[in-house]
């Protein structure tokens, strides 16, 4: 059944996943949450904006580190419950631990080993260094 919904909808959970996309590559580089505040700030300012769950209020992506997220196209999926920003990951790091993409440990199918794949592109213990 088709569905008419011209946003997402927040009217079920106050939290809804983002998941955002590399526009380029087509990485997938990060999942965070957005509550309606945090949308409506990404779409008027074209800068991604989280939620974070662990600080209680809103997180506009590179505020500490600088790797900011420049918005390129906002979708949601048909239960409009989930979202996906295609980006520009400016600094060409979206994951806190200096990678390209929070999925960088692979896990074998068959051994169940995990392996790191890709390069750290910054050290954390130097972007987030606490004053």
């Known amino acids: ?3 008419d919904a011209t946003a ?6 106050d939290l809804i996943p983002a998941i955002a996309q590399d526009e380029e590559t087509g ?3 990060m999942m965070a949450w957005m509550n309606r505040e945090a949308y409506e700030e990404s779409l008027r300012t074209g800068r991604v904006c989280y939620f974070s769950r662990s600080r209680g209020k809103l997180w ?3 505020e500490e580190s600088g790797n900011v997220q420049e918005l390129r196209a906002v979708y949601f999926d048909c239960d409009a419950d989930t979202i996906l920003v295609k980006v520009n990951q400016i600094g060409g790091a979206a994951c806190h631990e200096g990678y390209q993409s929070c999925f960088f440990r692979r ?3 068959e051994s169940g080993e ?3 794949e890709g390069e750290r592109i910054f050290d954390p213990a ?3 260094k606490k004053s």
Request: proline share 8%; net charge neutral.
């Open 126 to 128: 130097e972007v987030y």
């Open 107 to 109: 896990v074998d199918p």
């Open 1 to 3: 059944m088709a569905t």
């Open 60 to 62: 506009r992506k590179g």
């Open 8 to 13: 997402p909808d927040f009217s079920k959970h």
């Open 27 to 29: 990485v997938v580089l």
């Open 114 to 116: 995990v392996s790191v």
